[in-house]
């Protein structure tokens, strides 16, 4: 197929979410801007970035992107992409849409970034074979996510805060073994670092930057 024929699925509204993280969403960059620029260092061509955001992204992407579709749910941060995307470094394009039904043809992207978002897709499985099915074989996805914790303490309270803490973070589920899912959708991870970061609640704890490649 051409491009996905899947349905969009109708956006979870957090409008009150998307004005506060769009107001201090910013501050994060003091604890995890560095780990922006090590998620985007070296791509190169056509990119997709599922959940864009604000746009914090953007500042961050290298020269040698040609350019990039920035998908973004939520319209307050889509308006505010909007004007991120006009002080980026390269030509980001950004458009309303859902991971679950990108609008691009298979196999025509060399990368897609995935920046805290896969916490909170509605379908994380459907998402992440969407970002099979658009990049080119040998294309990467680039990740860097919070994850289910492997300390099984961590792991329980992160189960039993999920729905409270979906309704305060935004429909985040904080209990996802996103990497495991990365797998299962056929995208072969070949670098992963995992770490901890102090600054962020434990529900929100720990973190994993990596980069998955598709297969032929």
Same mark, same amino acid.
């Given at each position: 197929m051409p491009?996905? @024929?899947? @349905? !969009? %699925?109708r956006p979870v509204r957090h409008p009150i979410f998307a004005r506060c993280?769009?107001?201090?969403?910013? /501050?994060?960059?003091? #604890?995890i801007g560095d780990h922006r620029r090590r998620l985007l260092a070296g791509l190169t061509g056509r990119v997709l970035e599922v959940g864009a955001g604000n746009g914090l992204n953007f500042p $961050?992407?290298?020269a040698t992107v040609t350019d990039v579709l920035a998908i973004e749910p939520e319209p307050h941060l889509r308006r505010l992409a909007l004007a991120a995307?006009? !002080?980026? %470094?390269?030509?980001?394009r950004v458009v309303?849409? @859902? *991971? #679950? *039904? /990108? %609008?691009i043809h298979d196999s025509a992207l060399d *990368?897609?970034?995935a920046s805290l978002v896969l916490c909170t897709v509605t379908d994380p499985d459907l998402a /992440? *074979?969407? @970002? +099979? +099915?658009?990049l080119r074989p040998g294309g990467r996805l680039r990740f860097y996510e919070h994850v289910r914790a492997t300390d099984p303490r961590l792991a329980r309270w992160q189960d039993r805060l999920e729905r409270p803490w979906g309704w /305060?973070?935004?429909?985040? $589920? %904080?209990?996802?073994d996103t990497v495991a899912a990365i797998t299962a959708a056929g995208l072969r991870p070949v670098q992963l670092d995992r770490f901890d970061l102090q600054a962020m609640p434990p529900p929100a704890r720990p973190h994993v930057l990596g980069v998955a490649q598709r297969g032929p």
């Open positions: 491009t996905s @024929t899947r @349905t !969009q %699925p993280y769009a107001r201090v969403g910013h /501050l994060m960059d003091a #604890e $961050h992407y290298p995307a006009s !002080q980026a %470094p390269v030509p980001i309303a849409g @859902t *991971a #679950e *039904a /990108l %609008p *990368a897609v970034v /992440l *074979a969407e @970002t +099979r +099915r658009v /305060l973070v935004g429909g985040c $589920h %904080p209990n996802r």
